[in-house]
C-alpha cells in the first residue's frame, strides 16, 4: 500500500515530476492551489465585475468553471457566466452540450449559449463538406472565437476565462517556436492588455496537467463529456502533443519547463512585438485588416470557395 507523502491516508495518484504520492483530499488542495495562484496573477478581481467561461462540456472547460465557482463563490460583486458555441457536429457537440447544461444547472450559473447556425447561417459540418485546402479546425477555430468574443462583449463580460491546461500550453508554444512564429508568442494569453472590442482572456488551468485535470473531475464528480470531436484527427496538434507526451514520459517537468521558459521570455517578447493596433470589420469585431479573419472565411464560402446558399 502507498501512502500520501502529506498524512497517512491511502494515495490516488503520484506525481512524476515532483516525486509526491497524494491522497484524494491533498491531490484537490494540490490543483485548486495552483488555480487560484494563476487566478491572482493573471486577473485583478477587484477590478472586475463578470467573469465567463467559455464552456464546451469536456473536463478542462468543466472543472475550470466548477472551480472558478468555489473560489468566487465568496465575492458577491463577481459574476460568473458560461458560454457555449454549438458549432453543429452532428453525435458530438449534442451530447457535450448535455453534460455543459447539467453543470451549469447544478452551479446555478447562467449558460449562454449560441450557435454556428444562428450567426453565419451555416454549421461546421455543412461546411466541411464543401471546403477544400484547409482543416475543419481553421474554421471551427476562426468562428468559435468570434462567437465567444461577441458574446461576451454583448453581455457584459470582462475577462474570458479558457479550459486550456498546461497539455495544451506546451504543445502551443512548441508549434510557434517550430513555425518561427515569434510574433504570435507574443499573444498568446493570458491577456494584460485590454485591445478595444477582444474581451482578454485567462488560463487558468494553464499549470494543470491533463491527467490531474481528468483526475480531479472524477474525484469531484464533475459531469463532463469524454467525447471527441471527429474532425480532431485532422490537427496538426495531435503530432505535436505526441512529441511533448514522449519527452515528458522520459524527462518528467519537461512540460513545466518549456512553460517556465515561455515565461521568461515574454516580457521580451511583448516589448519587440507590441499589440497591432485593431480596426473595426464591417460586422463589428475587432480586426488588423479592414475584415476579420471570420468575414474572410465566410465571404470565400459564399463566393464558391466551398458552401455557398444561405452565406
Same mark, same amino acid.
Given at each position: 500500500?502507498?501512502?500520501?507523502?502529506?498524512?497517512?491516508?491511502?494515495?490516488?495518484?503520484?506525481?512524476?515530476?515532483?516525486?509526491?504520492?497524494?491522497?484524494?483530499?491533498?491531490?484537490?488542495?494540490?490543483?485548486?492551489?495552483?488555480?487560484?495562484?494563476?487566478?491572482?496573477?493573471?486577473?485583478?478581481?477587484?477590478?472586475?465585475?463578470?467573469?465567463?467561461?467559455?464552456?464546451?462540456?469536456?473536463?478542462?472547460?468543466?472543472?475550470?468553471?466548477?472551480?472558478?465557482?468555489?473560489?468566487?463563490?465568496?465575492?458577491?460583486?463577481?459574476?460568473?457566466?458560461?458560454?457555449?458555441?454549438?458549432?453543429?457536429?452532428?453525435?458530438?457537440?449534442?451530447?457535450?452540450?448535455?453534460?455543459?447544461?447539467?453543470?451549469?444547472?447544478?452551479?446555478?450559473?447562467?449558460?449562454?449559449?449560441?450557435?454556428?447556425?444562428?450567426?453565419?447561417?451555416?454549421?461546421?459540418?455543412?461546411?466541411?463538406?464543401?471546403?477544400?485546402?484547409?482543416?475543419?479546425?481553421?474554421?471551427?477555430?476562426?468562428?468559435?472565437?468570434?462567437?465567444?468574443?461577441?458574446?461576451?462583449?454583448?453581455?457584459?463580460?470582462?475577462?474570458?476565462?479558457? *479550459?486550456?491546461?498546461?497539455?495544451?500550453?506546451?504543445?502551443?508554444?512548441?508549434?510557434?517556436?517550430?513555425?518561427?512564429?515569434?510574433?504570435?508568442?507574443?499573444?498568446? *494569453?493570458?491577456?494584460?492588455?485590454?485591445?478595444?472590442?477582444?474581451?482578454?482572456?485567462?488560463?487558468?488551468?494553464?499549470?494543470?496537467?491533463?491527467?490531474?485535470?481528468?483526475?480531479?473531475?472524477?474525484?469531484? *464528480?464533475?459531469?463532463?463529456?469524454?467525447?471527441?470531436?471527429?474532425?480532431?484527427?485532422?490537427?496538426?496538434?495531435?503530432?505535436?502533443?505526441?512529441?511533448?507526451?514522449?519527452?515528458?514520459?522520459?524527462?518528467?517537468?519537461?512540460?513545466?519547463?518549456?512553460?517556465?521558459?515561455?515565461?521568461?521570455?515574454?516580457?521580451?517578447?511583448?516589448?519587440?512585438?507590441?499589440?497591432?493596433?485593431?480596426?473595426?470589420?464591417?460586422?463589428?469585431?475587432?480586426?488588423?485588416?479592414?475584415?476579420?479573419?471570420?468575414?474572410?472565411?465566410?465571404? *470565400?464560402?459564399?463566393?464558391?470557395?466551398?458552401?455557398?446558399?444561405?452565406?
Amino acid at each position: 500500500m502507498v501512502y500520501c507523502t502529506k498524512c497517512r491516508k491511502d494515495a490516488v495518484t503520484y506525481i512524476r515530476y515532483n516525486g509526491s504520492h497524494l491522497c484524494p483530499d491533498h491531490f484537490l488542495e494540490y490543483v485548486e492551489r495552483r488555480v487560484k495562484a494563476e487566478l491572482r496573477r493573471q486577473v485583478d478581481l477587484d477590478t472586475k465585475s463578470h467573469l465567463a467561461v467559455a464552456l464546451s462540456g469536456g473536463k478542462d472547460s468543466a472543472i475550470t468553471l466548477f472551480i472558478l465557482s468555489r473560489i468566487l463563490r465568496n465575492r458577491k460583486k463577481i459574476r460568473l457566466s458560461a458560454i457555449t458555441v454549438d458549432e453543429g457536429i452532428d453525435g458530438y457537440r449534442p451530447l457535450t452540450l448535455i453534460k455543459a447544461g447539467e453543470l451549469t444547472e447544478t452551479l446555478g450559473i447562467n449558460h449562454l449559449v449560441v450557435s454556428f447556425r444562428d450567426e453565419f447561417g451555416t454549421d461546421l459540418d455543412s461546411i466541411v463538406k464543401s471546403v477544400r485546402g484547409r482543416t475543419a479546425c481553421t474554421y471551427c477555430g476562426v468562428l468559435r472565437r468570434r462567437c465567444v468574443n461577441k458574446t461576451a462583449r454583448e453581455n457584459g463580460v470582462d475577462v474570458i476565462a479558457t *479550459g486550456l491546461n498546461l497539455d495544451d500550453t506546451a504543445q502551443s508554444l512548441l508549434m510557434n517556436f517550430t513555425r518561427g512564429d515569434v510574433e504570435r508568442l507574443a499573444r498568446l *494569453g493570458p491577456h494584460t492588455k485590454v485591445q478595444p472590442g477582444l474581451i482578454p482572456r485567462i488560463q487558468p488551468l494553464r499549470c494543470v496537467p491533463e491527467k490531474e485535470s481528468f483526475l480531479y473531475a472524477m474525484l469531484r *464528480g464533475v459531469p463532463f463529456s469524454a467525447d471527441v470531436c471527429p474532425y480532431a484527427d485532422e490537427a496538426l496538434r495531435n503530432e505535436y502533443r505526441d512529441i511533448v507526451d514522449r519527452i515528458e514520459d522520459r524527462s518528467p517537468g519537461t512540460k513545466y519547463s518549456i512553460l517556465a521558459s515561455y515565461d521568461a521570455l515574454l516580457p521580451m517578447l511583448r516589448e519587440h512585438f507590441p499589440p497591432t493596433p485593431l480596426g473595426r470589420c464591417a460586422c463589428g469585431e475587432p480586426a488588423i485588416k479592414e475584415k476579420c479573419m471570420a468575414c474572410e472565411l465566410l465571404e *470565400g464560402l459564399s463566393a464558391g470557395q466551398g458552401h455557398s446558399s444561405s452565406l
